[in-house]
């Protein structure tokens, strides 16, 4: 107030340089806590005289008038005064009484005690804020030495607290009482100050945390290079990469050693917090992890190979002869060309794992990867270095992972690569799978060519057919056919079984699979050309052998009587009665005839021996035979107990269940218009009849049905076989008009199976003619081969299959067209064994074998 503020400057001229502080009370109705901001000032100024008298305060402080500059006004608090009354309203003058503290004891303890909890607390707080060290110096500059009342005072004028609580100070005249409050209010600042410095502790670590870790770091790299302990980042990685790439350096390609040293040049140049720095260090990272020009050595030892293969696989002899043609060239070379070798053949027949046993046989390492449903070209070629996230091709990855540039890779499942919409990756096989081409492999993140030439791929398929005529030019194909009986029998012996019992923790004197049951069990549970399901077959089987074991174990340890007789779980004990041993007779003579089994006791064996005319005996003779020296044997034996479980032909039933396959022949004799055909599936080789009924006669009537889901090749093969057989019953018995008045009615069953190829027509020609002309066919006769509207016979495919089809059948005699007599001579001798085989050319050779043995009967 410029009036105030002249009054003051006046009273400074007259030597009295006082005036008294008063706190103004707040406004009634207001909330003291709430800051109201400038209005609250503006109202100040308004108030004059009485008014503004009963807002104040009555107790302020008297204070000296240092320096008036302007409109401020400096202040400095000497002591107490109470207004007593009013002498001018405007500038407002009051009288006033000067007080004093009360009379206090200075020794008392309670006094001192809380004096120097204040002086305590005051310190603490002082640690805090250096703002109030100022104001210590300020007060004992002006005020001079702290005794009980002023540290009261001072307390309280730096706690920062609310206006009315310094006012309560200010009123206070007891000085023990306002030593108390003061205590108070330091108790709360102190409090405050801690949280404050919580607060600023929280946000500055937030905040800094990261900084800090950054600054930390520098200094660390910074005093580890003054101590020469580690260099820089990309100097450190520059140098992995040269000690790296430093063994192969003279190995190395020089167009791949300029690649690499250009990238380690822009390393150094590049920020190691830019995205390009992590593109360059993984790219550099794959190029000097390839193991360039570093190749294994390989064993071009024949014997060995031949060794290995024979341990790991029974039969396969032409696989087994091109792996060691290969071997026999690499050696007279001395070194070896890369490969690309395609195994195709049904499933289980052990295509993946005839790889794995080329690549021991060789001593190269071995990489398998699976293409099937592959639909990214980016697999096979790598993606862009564009990409986040970019990798280079299978290929690319198998190198860094083998370490030798000259690795056997196994590529399963070719013929069932997807197509995508990222391209179509069997076009991308064709370059990694051309040896013309592979020598410079383009892998689109690598970007510099690799070497494949000197790589070894076999490629494994089920069906060639889905395979694109390109890729399949560029592979050499080896068939497997599948396994005979007798060759899965040698596996289920030498490999399978041998496996199996391993696995299931068994040992061999505690259970026997005689000849019968394996036979059994191939012929009627495991028909396909694998052995895949024949394992499963067989670890069922070990599987309830172990459970029974088991709980016999269990039972003879509990003390209970473990009587398990033959007949009910196949255990065979010699402490046995005689049932058990007629039952052990028995199955001993059911495969005496074929093979003396290793368990068999030496009695039975010698019986054998001396009994010559044994298969001449009829049977009961034998069994009663073989079970008297059972018997004999038994009761010699009595003391030893040796527990063996015996799965046989009576007993596989309780192993495995009923039998999935029945006998493929539906017919002993074939009846007239029903004849056997051969057919190839993707699981082996099969048995086929072809059927063919009268309908209906009448003038005109001559038409053909066919059923049993046949596709659209097939049922074009029926009407080229309803043409040409009418055209052959014309020539032969032109009086007999069957074709022209009869609807006939074609069938091949199994009608649930989908069936489709040309090489049914001869058989369905000869069926027709068997109904034309009333006469079955010959005996134990199956046929294949497309056939033409001339009569020509034109070759077949899946001829060995047919055969182990047509032997599984008991056929005796085969016919097939004369172009596949070439696969017929180079079958193994085993599968062609006791069958009679015609290769014709033309129809009318059919027509004389097949009815031949009829037409001499009936003269």
């Known amino acids: 107030d410029p009036k ?8 400074r001229k007259r030597q009295a340089p006082y005036a008294g502080a008063f706190l103004l009370k707040e406004e009634p109705g207001t909330d003291p806590t709430v800051v109201s901001g400038s209005d609250t000032e503006q109202n100040i100024y308004e108030l004059k005289g009485k008014e503004l008298l009963e807002r104040l305060h009555e107790v302020g402080t008297l204070a000296q008038i240092t320096s008036i500059q302007g409109d401020q006004v400096v202040l400095i608090g000497h002591r107490r005064i109470r207004i007593s009354e009013l002498v001018e309203e405007y500038p407002l003058t009051v009288k006033v009484d000067h007080l004093k503290e009360k009379p206090y004891d200075r020794d008392n303890d309670v006094m001192k005690a809380t004096s120097f909890e204040v002086i305590s607390t005051l310190k603490d707080v002082l640690k805090t804020s250096s703002l109030w060290r100022d104001h210590v110096q300020t007060y004992t500059q002006h005020m001079g030495d702290f005794n009980y009342p002023r540290l009261a005072d001072f307390g309280a004028a730096i706690s920062g607290a609310n206006k009315l609580q310094c006012q309560e100070v200010l009123d206070e005249l007891d ?16 409090e405050i100050s801690k949280i404050q410095e919580a607060i600023a502790k929280a946000i500055e670590e937030k905040i800094s945390g990261e900084q800090r870790r950054y600054l930390l770091n ?11 302990l580690e260099t820089d980042d990309k100097t450190a990685l520059s140098a992995k990469f040269i000690e790296r790439l430093e063994p192969k350096k003279e190995k190395c390609p020089p167009h791949v050693l300029q690649v690499i040293e250009e990238e380690l040049a822009k390393l150094q140049l590049l920020e190691a917090s830019s995205s390009e720095f992590n593109v360059t260090r993984n790219y550099l990272d794959w190029l000097t992890a390839l193991p360039w020009g570093i190749y294994s050595d390989e064993n071009f030892d024949v014997v060995r190979a031949q060794r290995i293969l024979d341990e790991d696989h029974y039969g396969l002899t032409d696989v087994k002869e091109r792996i060691l043609e290969f071997i026999a060239v690499g050696k007279l070379r001395g070194t070896s060309h890369g490969k690309i070798i395609c195994l195709s053949g049904p499933p289980g027949v052990g295509k993946t794992s005839i790889g794995r046993s080329i690549a021991r046989a060789l001593n190269r390492k071995f990489y398998r990867f699976s293409v099937g449903g592959l639909s990214d070209v980016a697999e096979i070629k790598g993606h862009r270095r564009t990409y986040i996230g970019a990798m280079p091709g299978k290929m690319v990855q198998c190198l860094k992972n083998v370490e030798t540039a000259n690795p056997l890779v196994l590529i399963d499942e070719i013929d069932k690569l997807g197509r995508g919409h990222a391209g179509d990756p069997a ?22 060519p690799i070497d494949l030439s000197k790589v070894l791929f076999v490629c494994t398929a089920n069906v060639l057919d889905t395979i694109p005529n390109p890729l399949l030019d560029r592979m050499e194909i080896i068939s497997i056919a599948g396994y005979i009986t007798d060759e899965k029998m040698h596996i ?5 079984e041998k496996n199996t019992r391993e696995a299931c923790g068994i040992k061999p004197e505690e259970v026997e699979v005689t000849d019968a049951a394996l036979l059994s069990l191939i012929e009627n549970y495991c028909r396909e050309a694998g052995v895949r399901n024949l394992q499963k077959q067989i670890e069922k089987i070990y599987r309830k052998i172990a459970l029974k074991l088991v709980r016999r174990r269990a039972e003879a340890e509990d003390g209970e009587p473990s009587a398990l007789t033959a007949e009910s779980d196949g255990v065979l004990t010699e402490t046995s009665t005689g049932e058990g041993a007629q039952d052990g007779a028995e199955s001993v003579e059911a495969n005496s005839v074929e093979k003396a089994s290793e368990t068999n006791l030496e009695a039975q064996t010698n019986s054998v021996d001396s009994t010559t005319d044994l298969i001449e005996n009829p049977l009961d003779q034998a069994a009663a035979e073989e079970a008297t020296l059972q018997s004999e044997k038994i009761k010699s034996n009595e003391t030893e107990t040796v527990d063996k479980v015996l799965v046989d032909t009576s007993n596989l ?9 029945h006998a493929e022949r539906i017919y002993d004799q074939t009846p007239v218009g029903v004849v056997m055909g051969l057919a190839w599936t993707a699981m082996g080789g099969s048995t086929l009849y072809i059927e063919t009924t009268l309908v209906e006669q009448g003038e005109g009537k001559g038409a053909l049905h066919a059923t049993g889901q046949l596709g659209d090749v097939m049922k074009e093969s029926s009407q080229i076989a309803h043409t040409l057989a009418r055209a052959i019953l014309l020539e032969k018995d032109p009086a007999k008009p069957f074709f022209a008045n009869s609807k006939l009615h074609l069938h091949v069953p199994a009608g649930a199976t989908p069936k489709d190829g040309p090489s049914a027509g001869c058989t ?12 079955p066919v010959r005996k134990d006769l199956a046929m294949t081969g497309e056939v033409t509207l001339t009569g020509k016979i034109l ?15 008991e056929v005796k005699t085969i016919i097939f067209p004369s172009a596949n007599r070439r696969d017929f001579d180079e079958l193994a001798a085993n599968v062609k064994e006791g069958l009679e085989v015609h290769f014709v050319d033309d129809y009318s050779q059919i027509y004389d074998l097949a009815f031949s043995d009829t037409e001499k009967s009936e003269e």
């Open 427 to 448: 076009s991308a096989m064709l370059e990694l799978l051309d040896p013309e081409q592979n020598a410079n492999f383009l892998d689109h993140y690598l970007d510099v």
């Open 218 to 228: 520098e200094q660390l790299k910074a005093i580890k290079k003054e101590l020469g």
């Open 764 to 775: 369905m020609i000869t069926s027709l003619l068997s109904l034309a002309m009333n006469k």
């Open 175 to 190: 000085v023990y009482k306002r030593l108390k409050l003061t205590l108070e209010l330091l108790k709360k600042e102190l």
């Open 492 to 496: 289920a012996r030498d490999y399978l």
């Open 653 to 661: 039933t309780d192993f495995l269940g009923k039998p999935v396959f």
């Open 4 to 11: 105030v503020l002249a009054a003051l400057i006046e009273s």
């Open 795 to 809: 070759p077949i495919g899946g001829v060995k299959e047919k055969t182990i089809a047509a032997r599984r059948s």
